[in-house]
């Protein structure tokens, strides 16, 4: 399956202080240069994150219909073409102890299958952002994006732990999930790169 990662003139990743609080979000960036891999499995897949990474470069979930070269991805992407990664963006507060934990809540199986964990560059600061990442599972066969969302749409309101945490936006029009309904449409930026964290702080994700 085709994937491709997206780098720019500028850092792909928040800036923060010693203390996690962020002083510059992600950057606004309209122009990109794409690059694009055939990985065959979860272990590939996992070598060029840590590969993109180190570039400051970002993730795009799904599939440019061509490369682009310092220019803009509006409609580029096919929104309807199948995928082979589900994604989960946990950004709510640490209800267990671990990722592990974690994805037993959401759904026992999912322990069972290998997985990349990838940390937002907010986690680890303190108790409460200790499991934010994203998690990413290959998929024995290509389904549909919308399936994918609309099932992580249902775990938000069956699984217990996750339903104590919805909550409304600040402007009081939607809801705020802890596990991103959105994350699985084929036209999303997902940051992968570590955080450039100012003054004597270290980044608590080795």
């Known amino acids: 399956m085709q994937v491709n990662f997206l780098t720019a003139r500028k850092p792909l990743t928040k800036t923060l202080d010693s203390s996690g609080a962020t ?22 897949f996992r070598d060029l994150l840590v ?41 709510g507060e640490a209800v267990v102890g671990s990722i592990e934990e974690l994805l037993y809540e959401i759904y026992p199986p999912l322990n069972e299958c290998a997985h990349v964990i990838q940390y937002s560059a907010s986690a680890g600061f303190d108790k409460k952002t200790a499991l934010k990442s994203h998690i990413f599972f290959w998929l024995d066969k290509p389904v549909s994006p919308e399936l994918l ?58």
């Not at 950057?27 to 499995?41: A, E, G, V, Y």
């Not at 992580?152 to 909550?167: H, T």
């Not at 705020?176 to 994700?205: C, H, M, T």
Request: charged letters at 25%; aromatic letters at 8%.
């Open 51 to 91: 590969y993109y990474s180190k570039l400051k470069a970002c993730f795009l979930k799904g599939q440019l219909v061509r490369p682009i070269k310092d220019e803009s991805r509006a409609g580029l992407t096919n929104s309807i073409a199948p995928t082979q990664l589900l994604i989960l963006d946990y950004d």
């Open 149 to 206: 969302k609309q099932w992580v749409l249902d775990k938000n309101f069956r699984v217990q732990a996750l339903r104590e945490q919805l909550r409304l936006t600040a402007n009081s029009m939607a809801l705020r999930y802890p596990l991103d309904i959105s994350v699985n449409q084929n036209d999303k930026l997902i940051y992968i790169a570590p955080p450039i964290i100012k003054g004597d702080g270290k980044d608590p994700i080795k």
């Open 23 to 44: 002083l510059e979000s992600y950057p606004l960036i309209k122009r990109f240069t794409s690059h694009h891999s055939d990985p065959t499995n979860i272990e590939e």
